[in-house]
């Protein structure tokens, strides 16, 4: 049975499905990255993003933009998304010609939409959070800034990007208020982010954008004349015969930047709600065992597995193989049929180094 | 080309072949045994030790004594063995019988002959040392001792036995000498150990025996007239057409027992001839690691491996699959096609808990 939601007016919400997740490896691999993946329970994380935003507008207004190798995939895993919501960038270019693009499409076909982008690859375990958030900063967005979800942080990452917030009352709803946001800062050293996290005022940046999609232009005429000359011109052809020719030619001369680099560090009138949804980008084995069901010795388990004395840890089995552990502790597992990784916890950012040594290997399907 | 050795007179080689070599798991298997894999190199244990006893004696006067499940592997990999020099145990019965029935049936087939017996699945690295060793244990032999090797021990083992030696000298060669045997002791515990090490008077057993066959047997006639009996009735049998009857009833009657407790520990005259072999049982993940080649780092690795600050570890592969670690120390990973163990490398006597564990399991093929 399909449950009743209240739908946002005129909400139009994009997910950028881009990366393959390399610090998952081997269980993501270019051909079947991140977002593709089941990480989370039966389905997997593009699944659950287009769950979460489809309590919010529906599936002909939820569009999604990936690379040509994941198309196929995603039509299948969203059999409700539309066909032609699925917009295939020919090159990985950015999220800024991606957004601009979609904001194109989206303005042609309502000019009162606005949109809201979320990753297709992160967590949100507090949907009710996640949907207050988003309409108060969609009722910031109405009012012609360009907003961002900022979620509070838990510890000094240096893995994300900041957004530093001021006491600058944007919006007030009865579900949250939206700041004038002072700025966008890259990912700090380890010093500055143990500073930012004692002055209270800075925020994750997780890559939640909400704008009026008229606003979106406004900025990109200032600040990316070329990205919006070159969306605007794909926009145009958008159906028509010389479509597929226009978006070969044009992509390729767009400046290959992100969205926050190339318009929201440079914007004139940015806000930022701050929120806490049980977020997380499933960046790691270690971030992935933390959101994971552990057992009573602090593991995190998926698979036929045998363990003694063991501890702390994540097995992570494609199921086809016995694998015993004996005094094991704070390591992660991954079994899948042509790769084993086994690596300690607290290097698991460091997954992404083997897969740079693997780009020299024979099998690209390593990869 | 052959080479040409200097055979000792009237020696036969006895390898009894039993075990599964459980803390090998997942590599070892109850229908793959340690004694059949190619541990060290590219033959495998039983392999290199045929080769072994191949430099003292031809192949026709040596025998293999094996359990049903093996000999058919046993024959193929031992292509030199004559067919008829592989005795069949139709059960498991300790060392005592299968020792006593290969004793009979090489009495019958040669009343001068001196046995020895070394275990199929134990390496030796220093083959000088055990041909002086074996040639100096046979002259002891000669005279009518039961002759074992013991082994000077490296360190305060507490998995193998122990033979305390005395100073009283039995034979004397240029290349070594026996003393009487003052007795057999049991695996100790680590207190006990560290006491026989520093005594310098304890050897390690490795089931190590050299007798000639009439010496044997008069033990046996004092000590396990059931087992003589049984066994003579056996030898005689062999070659008739009762032979598998005679063998199959009388087989299950003989007791259970070890050549060690049923005979060593209780003989007359026996003598021990100390060396230092570079011997090995191979015994479990930790102590193979210590017999392969390691790389800098320490490690011990076969198959295809992507390592990042890995360090004293050893990883196995069958092969099929890429494998990498990260921030690794001190680490087993054996990985099979059906099977992946992850074990402390202090931990490896512990993999037959795993096995032991798998005993409910559905599947035989993983025991």
Redesign the interface.
């Known amino acids: 049975m399909r449950e009743e939601h209240t739908y946002i007016d005129h909400l139009w919400a994009v997910i950028p499905a881009g990366g393959s997740g390399t610090r998952l ?2 269980l993501s691999r270019a051909a079947r990255p991140k977002f593709l993946l089941p990480l989370l329970g039966s389905r997997s994380l593009i699944q659950q993003t287009f769950d979460r935003v489809s309590t919010l507008t529906p599936p002909d207004q939820i569009v999604v933009v990936c690379g040509p190798a994941h198309a196929a995939a995603i039509a299948r895993q969203l059999p409700e998304l539309p066909e032609g919501n699925i917009i295939i960038e020919p090159t990985p270019n950015g999220t800024g010609p991606a957004l601009a693009l979609a904001n194109a499409l989206i303005q042609k076909a309502d000019p009162l939409a606005i949109m809201a982008s979320f990753h297709a690859d992160h967590d949100i375990s507090d949907l009710g959070a996640f949907q207050r958030a988003t309409r108060t900063a969609v009722a910031a967005a109405r009012l012609g800034d360009l907003v961002t979800i900022g979620l509070t942080p838990t510890r000094p990452e240096t893995g994300y990007g900041y957004i530093e917030r001021t006491d600058d009352l944007r919006t007030e709803t009865s579900e949250g208020a939206a700041y004038r946001a002072a700025r966008f800062v890259e990912k700090p050293d380890e010093a500055t982010a143990k500073e930012y996290i004692s002055s209270g005022r800075f925020l994750w940046n997780a890559g939640m954008f909400i704008w009026r999609v008229d606003s979106l232009t406004s900025e990109l005429r200032q600040l990316q004349p070329l990205i919006l000359a070159g969306v605007t011109d794909i926009a145009d052809s958008w159906g028509k015969r010389e479509r597929e020719r226009v978006l070969a030619q044009t992509w390729s001369t767009l400046p290959n930047i992100t969205i926050d680099v190339g318009v929201m560090e440079h914007a004139q009138r940015v806000a930022v709600v701050p929120s806490e949804m049980g977020w997380s980008d499933v960046g790691d084995w270690h971030g992935l065992g933390e959101l994971l069901a552990q057992d009573a010795q602090g593991n995190a388990i998926n698979g036929d597995l ?1 363990q ?2 063991t501890t702390n840890s994540v097995v992570w089995s494609s199921g ?9 502790d704070n ?1 992660v ?1 991954v ?1 899948t ?8 916890r ?2 698991g950012q ?2 992404k ?2 897969v740079d ?2 780009k020299g ?1 024979a099998d690209p399907r ?1 990869l």
Do not use: F, M, S, Y
Request: proline share 6%; aromatic share 2%; no cysteine.
């Open positions: 490896w081997p045998v003694i004395d086809h193989r016995k694998i015993a552990t004996i005094g094991i390591v597992i079994d049929p042509d790769a084993l990784l086994v690596v300690d607290n290097r460091d997954v180094l083997v040594r693997l290997e390593l």
